[in-house]
């Protein structure tokens, strides 16, 4: 079965994530419990499809103070191929030279902070300059990307450079290059695109790392909790308390961030 060929696949890649790339998980968790220890920032930024492990990073269930994700919706959201907020719009903005550079300026980023950028391909302009825009203010980066899929693409920068050769640290997702995976009889491609689930348990492994080394150093956050798990109206308000308690701890902290 084709679906059964998708699962052996995004476990096989999982696994190999987890084999090879653990230890610079824990570098890039530490790097954000650091930022984040600090009243500063793990920012996030991500084009197309890569933007999706941000938003399932923060915020959503389980997440807590300190993320700060760089939602450029002209960049990610791709409700259709064509009309308003199309594909080609999309494909069009994340290689446009400037862009990034553009986006942050809306941000007063200091070298407390530290910068996440996810791209598959590492290769559009976007997410190259937004990593070389950060390392020039002097921000650690890490990047999360395939980097065999990197290494088999030509960058649309026009410094040559790919993401893995611009950023401090480099996790990599060991999606092969596609991304797609399963092949179809007769089909001229394959179908089944993995990066995104890769991308996604990546970060919340990172933020999971992160919460623990925080603990660690006695620090505890609020965090964001299930809305359908209270059982009673105690538990139900304890939970809305939680909740209450990590928008105002992010209120705090985001303040004077944006110019």
């Known amino acids: 079965m084709s679906s059964s060929k998708l699962f052996a696949s995004v476990s096989g890649i ?74 080609r719009q999309v494909l069009f903005i994340e290689k446009a030279e400037g862009y990034g550079s553009v986006v942050l300026e809306n941000y007063n980023l200091t070298p407390q902070d530290v910068m996440f950028v996810i791209s598959n391909s ?14 020039g203010r002097g921000l650690p980066v890490v990047a999360i990307t395939s980097v065999s899929h990197s290494k088999d693409s030509t960058s649309r920068h026009s410094s040559g450079k790919r993401l893995f050769e611009v950023t401090d640290l480099v996790i990599d997702s060991c999606v092969p290059a596609g991304d797609a995976q399963v092949s179809i009889p007769g089909w001229a491609s394959k179908v089944g695109a993995v990066s995104t689930i890769i991308g996604m348990a990546i970060m919340q492994s990172i933020a999971s790392e992160t919460a623990a080394i925080l603990s660690e150093r006695g620090i505890v956050l609020p965090v964001y909790p299930s809305h359908t798990s209270g059982q009673n109206e105690s538990e139900i308000k304890a939970l809305e308390h939680e909740e209450e308690l990590l928008m105002a701890e992010q209120a705090r902290r985001i303040v004077g961030i944006y110019r």
């Open 14 to 87: 999982l696994e190999h994530v987890e084999n090879t790339q653990v230890e610079k998980i824990k570098q890039a968790a530490a790097l954000a419990a650091t930022a984040i220890a600090q009243d500063r920032f793990a920012v996030m930024f991500g084009t197309g499809h890569s933007f999706m492990p941000i938003m399932d990073t923060f915020p959503r269930v389980g997440c807590f103070p300190g993320w700060l994700p760089i939602y450029e919706l002209a960049s990610s959201v791709v409700p259709m191929m064509s009309g308003n907020q199309g594909l």
């Open 122 to 135: 590492g290769t559009n302009t976007a997410g190259v300059e937004v990593a070389l825009g950060a390392k």
